[in-house]
């Protein structure tokens, strides 16, 4: 893994999603790369499915007026590689969909219906055609 290019890539998505709501300002957002176990378990706590998954998100309003939200984006490195085979997108991509998914899911956008998954799936690779074009994807992780 490449902290620096995720972190680059991180941001990237960031600005873009904040587009979706303008007002809404981070203070912080995190990423953690997980495993299947990892990700199961903590699926299992917080919703109560023991089931494997490819990203969860957490997030927690201002505190204080003057702060801004914090975020969590938790990715599941093991399913990026399995999907990125199947798919053939190649895992590079798949980690940067699992983000921007992520980025997604942190401005309330919901996939729980057909129309929502759609509607997200589409945004989320505009932005990643944006920044592939830009150079944000290649060089994520070291293959």
């Known amino acids: 893994m490449n902290p620096d ?14 587009q979706l709501d303008p007002d809404r300002r981070w203070a912080e957002v995190s990423l953690t790369v997980l495993d299947d176990p990892a990700i199961t378990q903590l699926k299992g706590q917080w919703f109560d499915r023991f089931v494997t998954t490819d990203v969860i998100t957490f997030t ?20 990026a590689v399995r999907e990125g ?9 798949e980690l940067a969909l699992y983000i921007a998914h992520g980025c ?17 799936r589409q ?3 505009e932005w990643l055609r944006l920044a592939e074009k830009a150079g944000w994807v290649r060089g994520l992780i070291g293959i």
């Open 5 to 18: 290019r995720i972190r680059a890539l991180l941001r990237f998505l960031m600005d873009q999603a904040c």
């Open 60 to 79: 927690s309003p201002p505190v204080v007026k003057s702060s801004g939200w914090t975020g969590e984006i938790l990715v599941n490195a093991p399913q």
């Open 85 to 93: 085979g199947r798919r053939k997108t190649g895992v590079q991509f």
């Open 104 to 120: 997604d899911h942190l401005m309330d956008q919901s996939d729980r219906t057909a129309a929502g998954r759609k509607r997200m």
């Open 123 to 125: 945004r989320e690779c």
